[in-house]
């Protein structure tokens, strides 16, 4: 069955501190892979993806995700965490570059202590 | 444009009432999604159009919920004879997908439904 996992539910990072969510995915075809970013009342904003090709993909506000297709994983970092970045993250995989009929994980809350 | 707009944002209902929600995509995005989102757990997709026609359905829309999207534009999500299992955010998408070009989709904030 296809889904996504999200091991982490809740991780409190150190604001300048360097952050990684892990993601992994079970997927039949080609993955379509996305990080979305979800902030109280706020709706779900594209982080990242990844199609193809380089499997180290940059995304907004200093984001990057690696793809490993060996381990089925889709990990997010970032070098060092802003306040601001406290959010719910979640990883989803698809079947096009659209991102038609999303499979999401349970998602990671990120805290971020001073 | 700003992007995808939801109505109402909150809702609260009785069981056993009907109740409709709108999406208004962005402008000129063919495609629309809907997915729900219950309390600790991600998004998980419901159904989507492309233009005014419904492509695919999930198999939690039950028959007590319809979707819609007669002139390719906007959308309305009902569910009949709600229950309180249906209490969950509801959130509607839009992408532009034309094999040329083809954005991500872009989410709105949602309606949050409450079922008393």
């Known amino acids: 069955a296809q889904s996504v996992t999200q091991p982490d539910i809740h991780i409190t990072v150190s604001e300048g501190a360097s952050l990684e969510l892990r993601c992994n995915y079970s997927y039949g075809a080609t993955p379509y892979l996305f990080w979305y970013v979800q902030s109280p009342g706020q709706g779900l904003q594209l982080l990242l993806k990844?199609?193809?090709?380089?499997?180290l993909v940059q995304g907004i506000k200093g984001f990057e995700a690696e793809f490993k297709r060996s381990q089925s994983s889709f990990n997010l970092r970032k070098p060092s965490v802003h306040w601001s970045d406290a959010a719910e993250y979640f990883c989803?995989?698809?079947?096009?570059?659209?991102?038609?009929?999303?499979?999401f994980g349970k998602g990671t809350t990120l805290s971020v202590s001073s | 444009d700003t992007g995808v707009s939801q109505n109402p944002r909150h809702k609260i209902t009785k069981r056993g009432q009907n109740v409709t929600f709108r999406c208004d995509p962005i402008?000129?995005?063919?495609?629309l999604y809907w997915y729900r989102q219950t309390l600790g757990q991600g998004p998980e997709f419901l159904t989507y159009f492309q233009n005014e026609a419904q492509l695919e359905k999930s198999r939690l829309l039950s028959d007590r919920f319809s979707a819609e999207r007669p002139k390719g534009s906007f959308s309305t999500l009902e569910i009949q004879r709600t229950e309180q299992g249906d209490s969950a955010m509801y959130l509607c998408?839009?992408?532009?997908?034309?094999?040329?070009?083809?954005?991500?989709?872009?989410f709105g904030q949602g309606t949050r439904l409450t079922v008393v």
């Open positions: 989803a995989v698809g079947d096009d570059q659209a991102g038609t009929a999303l499979i």
């Open positions: 998408a839009s992408s532009l997908t034309t094999g040329i070009v083809n954005t991500e989709a872009f």
């Open positions: 402008s000129e995005h063919n495609r």
């Open positions: 990844y199609f193809s090709g380089d499997t």
